[in-house]
């Protein structure tokens, strides 16, 4: 652990040295030592490391040949503000610190004509309460980063812990200072619900923080995905796109028309790399008469939408982008048990809802929710005709089905997803979503009647284009 001294030094010869030797003999590491004319012209921090016996015991020597008087034992935190670079941007901040009581032991800023000041301080204080609180004052002003504070002070860790994790994820998403604040209020929220299950909060800070990296560092230059190209029929040929995270994206060609169906669109922060590869795979793609269809209304299926002036999916499917265009929450918000996890999902990969004018309807009959699926509407593409089935809510509401009888095939959305082969990244990123959400499914009794229902209508020789994971061949039981 690490104790923070604040020592008076004599006006003798050798005085820092007999103050060093005594931190050697009982074991102690200096790891850090602040002269503070500002203080006083003998005043001289110290932070030493050492187990709590010798810390004590370097504390009463210290004590004992005068370098420590009264409560000397200090609480230094030394953190950087980001200061409006304007005149009197940083008054706020000094008026902050009047109001706490807190000193300044360390100051030092430098705008280089940027925006913000990074302004670095060693506040020294003698109570963590009022740290905490000061801490807490500073945040609402302007973005605080800690950059050094005594370990060993318990009261301190949790707004340290907070501010710090704040800090890391805004910087790595490209957060606001409001998205920042949302980001950490669902974070707790998360770790709220999983406390009652008797789970760590240093799991699931853990797990929240790498869900978060996951994301990031699987954009741009890390954003490789497995590419399978299926012929279907004499005329419709499948392109199977797999991300790391976030749905399949499964383009249908027609060979004779050269127009495209794009069914899913993974995540909105891997936009740019998407439609990068699909310009790849497809010349012209852009002066190509296309469509999207959608499986359903997940943040990891829309995220190419802006793309396509038509865009195909069933009525609940729309009305959940309706109600979320008005500002109310998604159905997987609904349920308290998923709000913060989707939240916070919609932060960490850019999600928006897809533009209502663009939606086109699959619907031509209402569903029959006391059946697991039940057939909606008809689709064709090419030489494929598909009827369109809907389930009754298991997965999320408007989940959608696409069997073609005639040539076997069937687009199963995440009613049905190939887990048995993944990428070693897509299971990677699918243990984390179960934990942080307690499930993927809006309601696991009724998902696991669709899936039965499937397992039983695809049982004999049908090729499955599925949500997530590999195409699933005609040979494969399910």
């Known amino acids: 652990m690490k104790r923070s001294f604040m020592t008076t030094l004599p006006d003798t010869s050798g005085a820092f040295l007999t103050a060093s030797r005594i931190i050697l003999r009982h074991g102690g590491n200096m790891v850090r030592a602040s002269y503070n004319k500002a203080v006083d012209t003998h005043m001289l921090f110290v932070d030493v490391e050492g187990e709590e016996e010798a810390l004590d015991a370097i504390e009463a020597d210290l004590t004992a040949e005068g370098f420590l008087q009264n409560e000397s034992r200090v609480k230094v935190v030394l953190i950087e503000a980001e200061v409006p670079n304007q005149p009197g941007g940083i008054i706020p901040v000094l008026e902050a610190l009047k109001a706490h009581g807190v000193s300044i032991s360390y100051l030092s800023s430098q705008a280089a004509g940027k925006a913000f000041a990074p302004l670095k301080m060693g506040l020294y204080v003698e109570d963590p309460a009022v740290i905490g609180a000061l801490l807490d004052s500073l945040s609402a002003i302007c973005t605080v980063r800690i950059l050094d504070y005594d370990a060993g002070e318990k009261k301190l860790d949790n707004t340290v812990f907070y501010l710090s994790f704040a800090d890391e994820m805004r910087q790595l998403l490209h957060l606001t200072p409001e998205q920042t604040k949302e980001f950490v209020y669902y974070s707790n929220l998360v770790m709220q619900q999983l406390d009652e299950k008797g789970e760590p909060h240093s799991k699931t800070f853990e797990y929240i923080s790498r869900f978060a990296h996951f994301v990031a560092e699987h954009g741009g230059a890390g954003h490789e995905c497995r590419t399978t190209c299926q012929k279907l029929t004499d ?109 916070l999902s919609t932060l960490i990969t850019d999600y928006m809802p897809p533009a209502l004018s663009r939606l086109c309807l699959l619907d031509s009959q209402p569903c029959d929710d006391t059946l697991p699926l039940s057939k909606v509407g008809e689709f064709c593409f090419g030489d494929m005709h598909f009827d369109v089935y809907q389930g009754n809510g298991g997965h999320v509401p408007g989940e959608t089905v696409l069997l073609d009888d005639r040539h076997r095939i069937a687009v199963t959305g995440d009613d049905y997803i190939n887990a048995v082969d993944m990428l070693p990244a897509q299971k990677e990123f699918n243990r984390l979503a179960p934990y942080l959400a307690r499930s993927v499914n809006q309601d696991s009794t009724k998902y696991r009647a669709i899936l039965s229902t499937l397992r039983h209508i695809l049982s004999d020789g049908w090729l499955l284009l599925p949500g997530h994971g590999a195409v699933v061949p005609r040979t494969q039981k399910l």
């Open 235 to 343: 005329r419709v040929f499948a392109t199977v796109i797999e991300p790391p995270c976030g749905s399949n994206i499964t383009v249908l060609e027609d060979q004779v028309t050269r127009a495209l169906l794009v069914i899913d669109g993974g995540f909105t922060c891997y936009e740019a790399s998407t439609m990068r590869l699909l310009r790849e795979l497809f010349p012209h793609f852009d002066a190509r008469k296309k469509e999207m269809l959608l499986t359903h209304s997940d943040s990891d299926h829309t995220g190419i939408c802006q793309h396509f002036q038509t865009i195909w999916c069933t009525r609940r499917t729309a009305d959940c982008f309706a109600g979320e265009h008005m500002g109310l929450p998604s159905p997987r918000e609904e349920n308290p048990n998923m709000l913060p996890y989707y939240r």
